[in-house]
C-alpha cells in the first residue's frame, strides 16, 4: 500500500472528510491520494495560513481533529502563523508538511541547505506544538501518525506537525506488519471537593469566569450555575459558552471587558475560574487589584499553568472542568447564593451595561449600532467569528449569544486575517449553519485570498466589514500614548484602503454598502455568502478600555471615586473595595 494513501485511510478511520492546504512538489503524492478518496476531500485554499487557521475551524465546528497540508519550505513556513494560533487556542490539528528526499535532507552537515526548498520545519515548530517530528523510516509511519493524533486529541489539546519527505510519501507499505502507538491509560485525578464547598460557605460575593476551557463542559457549566444561583462572567475566550439570556450573567471581563462585568469585582471575594488562564488581559496588569482580599478556585487541565502564575490567593484543581463539575454536582453542596449579592448585581448590570456605556461615553456610536443590528438578525445555531482589534472588542462586548451560538475568535496569538479562515473551515464542517463573519478593513487584506472559497464552494458566509479606514485600535493607542501621532495606521500616515466594492466583484460575491450610523441590513444577506462593507467613521473607540495601572473594577473612561463607593456602601453599607 501507498503510504499516502495509507494516511488519508487513517485520516477517513478518525472522522476526517476535509483536508485543507496548497499543493506544492513535496506534498504531491498526499494530495494525488486525496484526490482519488472517496471519503476525504481535498480543499485547496490560494494560501497556506489560510489552510492552516481553517483547518482550526474545522476542528471547533465538527469536534473532530483538524487537518492542513503544505509543501516544505516556504509551504510550511507560512503555515507558522496557524499553527501557533492552534497551540495558544488548544485546538487539536495535525499539519502534515511535505519534506525533500531523506537523501537529499543535509541532516547534521553543517550547510545551510542541501535540497531545494529544504527546511527543518521540526526544529521551527516545536515551542509551537504539542508534538513534531519528521518521519524519515516507512516502518515508523504508523506509529507517529497514531501518537501525533493521540496527543492532539487528549489533555490539553493541540496542534502536532508531521514532516513527511517524498520519498516516504511514495513508499510500499504494509500498516499491518508495522509498528503502531499504545498511549497509556491516564490516571483519574481525584477531587477534593471539601475545599470549594468550604470555600462556598464563608463567601458572601461569590462569582463564576467561565473560560475557554470549558469550551467542551458547556452543559454542566449551565447546570451548575443555574442550581447555585450563582452569578457568571466570561473572559473573551469563554464567550459563547454561557447562554447569555442567564438571568444572572453578567458580561466579559478584561481590558476590553463591559463595566458591569468588571465593576462587580470590587466587591467578589471568591472567584471560582473555570478553564481560564487568568492572563493579564483578564485580570489588568495591578493584580493586587484582583480579588485582593479573597479566594480563588483555579481549575485548569494543564498543571504548569496553575503552578507558573502570579496570583498567588488561589486553591488549586489540576484537572479539566467537566470533570470537576461533574464530581461537584454529584456531591450535592447545601448552598444558595444570597438574595443581596444577586439584587446589587443586577443593579450594576442594569446601570453599566455596554449600551449604557455607549450613551454615556461613545460619541461615534456606529460601530456598536452595526453590532446591535446584528443582535436584530442572526438567529439560534448561527455562527459568529470575529478578528482582531477594535471589531473584535465590539463584538465581544454587544453581542448577545443567543442559545446555541457560537462565538470563535483567537485570544492566545491574535493574528490579524483570523476570522475568515476559520469560518471557512467551519462552513466545511457544518455547511447547513450561517456564519457572520466580522473583520475589520486591515483583517480583511491579512486574508483576501479567503474570499474565493465563499463564492467557489458557495459557503454561507457574511463577511461584515467594520471598514473605518484605519488600523483603529492602534490608533486609539496612537492618541492615548503617542500624541495622537498616527503613522502607519491612517491614509495620511501611510495606510490605505481598496475598494471594497472591486474586491467583492473579482471574487464573485455580492456586494451590500451599510450606513453603520443607520445600518439596515437587507433580506439578501440570508441568502447566502457575501461582503457587507459596514461604514463606521475614522474617528472609532473601544469604550470601556482598561488603564495599565488601574484595578480592574475601573475603566477608562474613569468613574469618579465617590460613584465607586456610593455603589460599594449600596451592597453593605461599605464604601470600600475587597
Known sequence: MKASDYIVSYLAQNGVDVVFGYIGGMITHLVDSLGKSD??????????????????????????????????????????TGIADAYFGNIPVVYITGQVNTYEYKYDKPIRQQGFQETDVVSIVKPITKYAVMVDKPENLCFELEKAIHIATTGRKGPVLIDLPMNISRADINPEQMRHYEPETPQKSQIDISLLADALSKAKYPMVLVGGGCIDAREEVDVFVRKYNLPVVVSLMGKGIVDETYENYLGMIGSYGNRCANLSFAKVDLLIALGSRLD????????DGFVPNGKIIHVDID????????????????????????QVLQADMAFSTSLGWIEWLQQIKQKYSQEQEVARFVSNKAPYMVMQELNKITKQGDIITADIGQNQMWAAQTIAMKPNQRFVTSGGLAPMGFSLPVAIGMAFANPSKAIYCITGDGGLH????????????????????????VLGMITQFQHLYFDSRMYATTQQGGYILPSLEDIAKAYNLPYYQVDGSCPCFKQELQKGGCIVDCLIGESTVVSPKLEYDKPIYNMLPLLDDGEIKFLCSQLDGNEDCL
Open 39 to 80: 471519503e476525504v476531500r481535498f480543499v485547496q485554499t490560494y494560501h497556506e495560513q489560510t489552510a492552516s487557521m481553517a483547518a482550526e475551524g474545522y476542528a471547533l465546528e465538527s469536534g473532530k481533529i483538524g487537518v492542513a497540508i503544505s509543501t516544505s519550505g516556504p509551504g510550511a513556513t507560512n503555515m507558522a
Open 280 to 287: 493579564t488581559r483578564q485580570t489588568g496588569a495591578k493584580i
Open 303 to 326: 498543571d504548569n499553568e496553575l503552578k507558573c502564575h502570579r496570583i498567588l490567593n488561589r486553591i488549586l484543581f489540576n484537572t479539566d472542568v467537566s470533570a470537576f463539575l461533574t
Open 446 to 469: 491579512m486574508a483576501v485570498q479567503s474570499l474565493l472559497l465563499i463564492s467557489q464552494y458557495k459557503l454561507n458566509i457574511k463577511v461584515i466589514v467594520m471598514n473605518n479606514s
